[in-house]
C-alpha cells in the first residue's frame, strides 16, 4: 500500500517549482492562479529570489504547499494513495491532494495560518530545539519540570528525534537540563518561533474562524493528522484536528508507525526535498521510500 506524504517549513530552495511551470500546461495555470489569490507573484520569489526572501513565513508555507499540491496533480496519473499525511503545514497540502479541501481554499488557509503564525511570533519572543538521542519520556518530563516558563514538545520526528519549543528563557533552560539528562545533541533552531506550542494560541484562534468557514469533503483515503496520528475520513474530525494542530504537537513517528500498521510498504514524499524519507528510514530501515 502506497502512503503519501507531505513536507513542512523548511523544506524549501530557490528553483522550487520552475520545472513543472515550464512543462506542464496545469501547473503553469495553477501557478498563476495562486499568484491572483495571494496578490503578489509567489513564483518570482520561488523561482529566482534569494534564499532569505524564500524563508519569509508568509512566503517559505505557501511556496511549498503549492509545490506539493501542483506536483501532485501534474503527476495525477500516479497519484493514487491509499493513505495520506503531512507533518505541519504539510497537513494542508495532503488534505487538498486527497480532495478534501479545494486548491483556492487550501492556499488561503495556509496564507492566512503564516501570517497569523508570523504575528504570534512577533509578540512573544520565543523559538525552537531539536534534541537527539534521548528518550521521549524524558524530554517530556524535563519540560513538565520547568514551571515558571513555556517549554513543550513540539515535534515527535523520530526515534531519537524530538523538537521542544516555548519561551527563549524556557528552550535555554530545557537545553542545558537535557545536555545534563544524556542527550547526544541539543540545537537550537533558526526559526521564527515557538510553533506547536501554547504561544500559537493567538493564531490558532484567528485560524478557527477561516477553517470553520471552508468546506471540508471526505478525502479519497484516510489522512493520518499530526494531533493524534490516527487515519481519519470523518469531515467534522478532520477540521477538529486541523483547529488544534497549530498548538499541539505533530506526532510525526506514530503517524509513521500508524501508518505502517495500516499497510503502508511504500512511503512517497511529495514536494520540495526528503526530509521526510529520512524521518521514515529512522522508524524502519527496510521501508521502501521515494520522492514522486
Same mark, same amino acid.
Given at each position: 500500500?502506497?502512503?503519501?506524504?507531505?513536507?513542512?517549513? /523548511?523544506?524549501?530552495?530557490?528553483?522550487?517549482?520552475?520545472?513543472?511551470?515550464?512543462?506542464?500546461?496545469?501547473?503553469?495555470?495553477?501557478?498563476?492562479?495562486? #499568484? =491572483? *489569490?495571494?496578490?503578489?507573484?509567489?513564483?518570482?520569489?520561488?523561482?529566482?529570489?534569494?534564499?532569505?526572501?524564500?524563508?519569509?513565513?508568509?512566503?517559505?508555507?505557501?511556496?511549498? $504547499?503549492?509545490?506539493?499540491?501542483?506536483?501532485?496533480?501534474?503527476?495525477?496519473?500516479? $497519484?493514487?494513495?491509499?493513505?495520506?499525511?503531512?507533518?505541519?503545514? /504539510?497537513?494542508?497540502?495532503?488534505?487538498?491532494?486527497?480532495?478534501?479541501?479545494?486548491?483556492?481554499?487550501?492556499?488561503?488557509?495556509?496564507y492566512?495560518?503564516? &501570517?497569523? &503564525?508570523?504575528? +504570534? %511570533?512577533?509578540?512573544?519572543?520565543?523559538?525552537m530545539?531539536?534534541?537527539?538521542?534521548?528518550?521521549?519520556?524524558?524530554?517530556?518530563? +524535563? %519540560?513538565q519540570?520547568?514551571?515558571h516558563?513555556?517549554?513543550?514538545?513540539?515535534?515527535?520526528?523520530?526515534?531519537?528525534?524530538?523538537?521542544?519549543?516555548?519561551?527563549?528563557?524556557?528552550?535555554?533552560?530545557a537545553?542545558?537540563?537535557?545536555?545534563n539528562?544524556?542527550?547526544?545533541?541539543?540545537?537550537?533552531?533558526?526559526?521564527?518561533?515557538?510553533?506547536?506550542?501554547?504561544? &500559537?494560541?493567538? +493564531?490558532?484562534? =484567528?485560524?478557527?474562524? +477561516?477553517?470553520?468557514?471552508?468546506?471540508?469533503?471526505?478525502?479519497? %483515503?484516510? *489522512?493520518?493528522?499530526?494531533?493524534?496520528?490516527?487515519?481519519?475520513?470523518?469531515?467534522?474530525? *478532520?477540521?477538529? #484536528?486541523?483547529?488544534?494542530?497549530?498548538?499541539?504537537?505533530?506526532?510525526?513517528t506514530?503517524?509513521?508507525?500508524n &501508518?505502517?500498521?495500516?499497510?503502508a510498504?511504500?512511503?512517497?514524499?511529495?514536494?520540495?526535498?526528503?526530509?521526510?524519507?529520512?524521518l521514515?528510514?529512522?522508524?524502519?530501515?527496510?521501508?521502501?521510500?521515494?520522492?514522486?
Amino acid at each position: 500500500m502506497k502512503a503519501y506524504i507531505f513536507p513542512g517549513q /523548511g523544506a524549501q530552495f530557490v528553483g522550487m517549482g520552475k520545472d513543472l511551470y515550464e512543462n506542464y500546461n496545469v501547473a503553469k495555470e495553477m501557478f498563476e492562479r495562486a #499568484n =491572483e *489569490i495571494l496578490g503578489f507573484r509567489i513564483t518570482d520569489i520561488m523561482f529566482n529570489g534569494t534564499s532569505d526572501e524564500l524563508k519569509q513565513t508568509k512566503v517559505t508555507q505557501p511556496a511549498i $504547499f503549492l509545490h506539493s499540491v501542483i506536483l501532485a496533480k501534474t503527476k495525477s496519473n500516479d $497519484f493514487n494513495p491509499d493513505m495520506v499525511a503531512g507533518h505541519s503545514l /504539510g497537513e494542508f497540502s495532503a488534505l487538498v491532494a486527497a480532495g478534501a479541501l479545494s486548491f483556492d481554499e487550501g492556499l488561503k488557509l495556509v496564507y492566512k495560518r503564516a &501570517m497569523a &503564525m508570523q504575528k +504570534a %511570533c512577533e509578540a512573544e519572543p520565543s523559538t525552537m530545539a531539536a534534541v537527539l538521542g534521548i528518550d521521549d519520556k524524558i524530554v517530556e518530563e +524535563a %519540560c513538565q519540570n520547568i514551571q515558571h516558563e513555556v517549554v513543550v514538545p513540539a515535534n515527535y520526528n523520530s526515534p531519537g528525534q524530538i523538537v521542544i519549543s516555548g519561551s527563549e528563557k524556557g528552550i535555554d533552560f530545557a537545553m542545558e537540563i537535557l545536555q545534563n539528562l544524556g542527550a547526544k545533541r541539543v540545537i537550537k533552531l533558526n526559526v521564527g518561533g515557538a510553533f506547536h506550542s501554547p504561544l &500559537m494560541e493567538p +493564531a490558532r484562534i =484567528e485560524l478557527e474562524s +477561516a477553517i470553520n468557514e471552508v468546506e471540508i469533503k471526505k478525502p479519497i %483515503c484516510p *489522512i493520518f493528522q499530526n494531533v493524534n496520528a490516527s487515519g481519519v475520513t470523518n469531515t467534522l474530525e *478532520i477540521k477538529l #484536528n486541523l483547529i488544534k494542530q497549530l498548538t499541539s504537537p505533530v506526532r510525526w513517528t506514530q503517524s509513521v508507525v500508524n &501508518m505502517l500498521e495500516y499497510g503502508a510498504n511504500e512511503f512517497i514524499e511529495v514536494g520540495p526535498g526528503k526530509v521526510l524519507q529520512g524521518l521514515v528510514k529512522k522508524v524502519d530501515r527496510k521501508i521502501i521510500t521515494k520522492s514522486l
